[in-house]
């Protein structure tokens, strides 16, 4: 059973096509057999459990389900005995009116987690996904040829789009499956999460056109084109992961535009094919499920990718001035002081699929700028801000949030940039430990840029003062500035320690 499942291979099973699973994930404990000790009853559970057990319900996909919270005017249910709704009975669970001791678990991305009234929340925990040096660990581990290995890291880093993107395991699944193999190539390298997508989908086409032997190419391009889009149609299939079915439902409402196939487009758009109209649609999704999809919608738009896509659409078509409009259109909604952060920052990454790089740099010029006080800044527009100078590509010289016009919030959420900056002056911005742990990101990153670092006159005790210290062995920094009066014996001790030891 080991030596049989031990390996990792697309569907050409080749020698040199493996990769040993133990090399990227922990050691694997494989049983042959049934599923016996799985319960695979859903329903009519005896309800004396409840009062003997301490109960947990694991709720994974909040943002994939299509059961409606009902928490403002639901059905009242306190008896487990009781039928109802599943909307129903979950939205009584989380409001503690059922089984008010079951402890629940809700996976989700966050624009679906805000459904959720804060008052039924007691933790919420971000799965943060690979740090800088597991990102690393992970490319090495899964190309075997070292010098390849290298090279793709070198591009991840310098291409910052991807880079952010690759925190997210399964994307380094696919971008690794696709940059081991352009090289050999010396095809164009993607520079977009759409662009990385369509690359990994023609590896699996032209993987099953190997695995089947299909030389007819007429009926082959044919076959494909209708294997894709039944994909797009139906609801049964299984997928490496939702952001690919987010990606070919994106493809199929662009080939039907081209096909004039107008009853999937008006589905979703009500009307004609619009992009204007697809990104209203996504701002008014609640749970932010159509962000994705917008985003893949641009990007396949564009006539760079079309013919990316050619063999699969039957023709292309001239976008460059729709791109252009809906480009200076989704600006005007990222300026609405209304939106939330993560809206603002969907639509941002929606300009960059479309490479338009003008918000960007915009950002860019206001940060250094002595505009900062001129214009009150939301806290929401804050965290749009910090987001764009993490994806630029130009390293910030200083970053100093005490003088933007902004609360405390909006100061707090603009720490995020010190990952793209050599010197941050954090001084005077009531930052605690909590907040600690995004500068230990930025200093423990073998790319960090961060040389100065000023920490004092803020609301830190000994814990987030140790674990910043214990970042100083792996990073660049050359100017760290602390109240160390404030900290204990013990603290500063440990602190000089780490530092002397450099």
Partial sequence: MKNKHESLFEPVKLQDNQTL?????????????????????????????????????????????????????????????????????????IKGELLPSALIWITSRP????????????????????????KEEYFTKRINDEDQA????????????????????????????VLEKIPKEDAEIPQTLTEMYIHFLLIQINMKNQKYEKRDTEKCLQSNREVIVKLAERKVYCFIHLSFQEFLAAFYVFYSHLMKNMEPLQLFLCEEYEHFEA???????????????????????????????????THTENSSETIRETAHYIKDRINCYNLSADRSISLFLCLLEVKD?????EIQEFVKSDKHSDKKLSPVQCSAIAYMIQMSEEVLDEFEPIKYNTSYEGRWRLIPAVMNCRKALLAGCCLSDQHCETVCSALQSSKSHLRELDMSNNDLLDKGVIRLCSRLNKSQLNILRFDFHIFSNMCMNMCFTTIANR
């Fill in 357 to 361: 790089q003008t918000l960007c740099s």
């Fill in 279 to 313: 990104a209203d649609k996504t701002l008014k999704s609640k749970n932010g499920h159509l962000d994705l999809f917008l985003r893949f919608l641009l990007g396949i738009s564009l006539e760079s990718n079309q013919r990316l896509l050619h063999d699969l659409l």
């Fill in 21 to 93: 699973l133990n090399r990227i994930y922990t050691q694997l404990y494989i049983i042959e057999g049934e599923s016996e000790w799985v319960n695979d009853e859903h329903e009519d559970l005896d309800s004396r459990i409840y009062e003997e057990c301490k109960v947990v319900f694991i709720f994974d996909g909040l943002d994939e389900s299509r059961i409606t919270q009902m928490f403002s005017d639901s059905e009242r249910v306190t008896d487990v005995t009781e039928t109802s709704s599943v909307g129903v009975l979950i939205s009584n669970l």
């Fill in 150 to 177: 290298r090279r793709i890291i070198s591009y991840i880093r310098r291409a910052r789009s991807l880079h952010i993107m690759c925190h997210i395991p399964v994307f380094c699944c696919i971008s690794a499956t």
């Fill in 111 to 134: 624009a679906a987690a805000n459904q959720i009234p804060s008052q039924y929340i007691n933790r919420v925990t971000e799965i943060q996904g690979f740090d800088e040096p597991q």
